[in-house]
């Protein structure tokens, strides 16, 4: 008997009604003759509203108390689900996290999982039953609650799926699938039917977050394979798979932006060993992670370093630039919350020559200036002003997705 994860995200689980929707998907799959495990989000905006309530009497809650507070959310809706399936005729029991157990470290509000007891699942599985496992909740070392971080339900789906060896792991979500662009941009975006583990990484962590990145990880060093698809329309959506030589040939897959980096420059630095050692290592030290990192040539002995953060870090990582950099003796820091990341990422990178060329001369042509570039293998990604975010993706679309150049064949 075949067995499945489906995963229900807060939108899909967002009222009653909605809530009777996911139970109809799920007596199908029961009816399809699959055994069946679900996991859930808390209902749309709920986990939003719990940590409002705990910033009413903190600005820094305690992470523990903070985490037995927002993981309620889930609870909510777990029990909500097997209500519904009950009234359906169809036997279900919901489970929390610590119910299971999903072990985790005791990382509070960004804890990962460790371990999974599949034991009372598999029993309850035996008995006929759905399980209905409450995501993005876990239970530490010390017997307390911990939570995986916003977007955490994923990673419990992915993580169930691999403990339990499932033969796929169902995310349904608001959208139809992973699309070559943010089809709110660009009106040709298509759906992508079968994307690599390491492509979807790249585009997740560039901002196309329909799937929490730590999840995808998950699944690659798993081999879980990962169907994303609408709650609410009946599709085919994404699979998220094991790369094969037939996705080579597909230069570029996808165009992402990001929005949510701010540049941090470093404006005349003396020019010499230990510097940038310093400035980084002093970053690092308070937890601030770095994405990418430009230094110009230098002049006279002098040169500019510029960094991007996350925006939430700014502020912290503008603070720490200005200590350091008085203590190197440097002219000052700058600060730029306006720009964008614009990134063209595809397995076929591997093996074509040309993309970066490519990349520039559209950007050039559309008159946008590039601040800064970093690569991996299988991404290019470029620094420019936020106004021309929108430009960019349209144009890089056209040029890579929807010219058919892009098809290698033969
Ligand atoms: N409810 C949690 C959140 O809003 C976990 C999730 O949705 O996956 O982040
Ligand atoms: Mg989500």
Known sequence: MPLIVQKFGGTS?????RIKNVANKIKRAVEEGNKVVVVSSAMAGETDRLLTLTRELSSKP??????????????VAIGLISIALKEMGIDAVSLTGWQVPIYTDDAHTKA?????????????LDKGRVVIVAGFQGISDYGDITTLGRGGSDTTAVALAAALNADVCEIYTDVTGVFTADPRIVENAKKIPVISYEE?????????????????????????????????????GTWIVEENEEMEKVVVRGISH?????????????????????????????????????????HEGYTDISFTVNKIDAEYAEEIAKEVAKEIGAKGVERNDRIAKISVVGLGMKTHAGTAGKMFEVLYREGINIYAISTS??????????????????????AFIENTENIVTG
Request: glycine letters at 6%; charged letters at 30%; proline letters at 2%.
């Open 13 to 17: 689980v967002g009222s009653i009604e």
């Open 62 to 75: 305690d992470p523990r108390e903070q985490d037995m507070v927002v993981s309620t959310g889930e609870q």
């Open 200 to 236: 979807m990484m790249e585009m997740a962590s560039l901002g196309s977050k329909v799937m929490q990145i730590r999840s995808v990880e998950f699944a690659a060093k798993y081999g879980v394979k990962i169907h994303v698809k609408s709650s609410f329309i009946e599709e085919d």
């Open 377 to 398: 293998e299988i991404k290019i990604s470029c620094l420019i002003d936020e106004k021309y975010a929108e430009l960019a993706v349209r144009a890089l679309h056209e």
């Open 258 to 298: 990001d929005l949510k980096e701010s540049r941090i420059t470093v404006v005349q630095v003396p020019d010499k060993p230990g510097i940038a050692a310093k400035l980084f290592k002093a970053l690092g030290d308070r937890n601030i992670v770095v994405d990418m990192i430009v230094q110009n040539v230098s």
């Open 112 to 124: 990962r999982i460790k371990k999974i007891d599949t034991g009372r699942i598999l029993s309850e």
